[in-house]
């Protein structure tokens, strides 16, 4: 599986990104899909994630402001951030685990800046 994330950039606080993730080379239903993010300095934590079977997870932290959801068919997986602030300044990151082999999977991140 080979994973192609996008839609980074630089936005001002209150603002909204859409990030996307397109996946290749596996069946893109068998996959579990989340985001994480990391910030400069810190560890990297987890975002939101969607099963295949359409239910979704977030942090606290964007509960409310994030929205994970999936097209099979685009076989992509997007992330709607609104209400953006400085403090979701981060590499976002998406990752896919193949839920026969529990393989994981990581794209190459996409830089989130949010300005004051």
């Known amino acids: 599986v080979q994973l192609q994330a996008s839609g980074g950039g630089l936005v001002q606080a209150g603002g909204s990104l859409r990030l996307s993730c397109a996946a290749s080379g596996s069946a893109f239903s068998l996959l579990a899909k989340g985001w994480y993010r990391q910030a400069p300095g810190q560890e990297r934590e987890l975002v939101a994630t969607?099963?295949?079977?359409?239910?979704?997870n977030y942090a606290d932290s964007v509960e409310g402001r994030f929205t994970i959801s999936g097209d099979n068919a685009k076989r992509t997986v997007y992330l709607q951030m609104n209400s953006l602030k400085p403090e979701d300044t981060a590499v976002y990151y998406c990752?896919?685990?193949?839920?026969?082999?529990?393989?994981?999977?990581w794209g190459q991140g996409t830089l989130v800046t949010v300005s004051s």
């Open positions: 990752k896919a685990v193949n839920t026969v082999t529990l393989r994981a999977y």
């Open positions: 969607i099963t295949n079977g359409g239910s979704t």
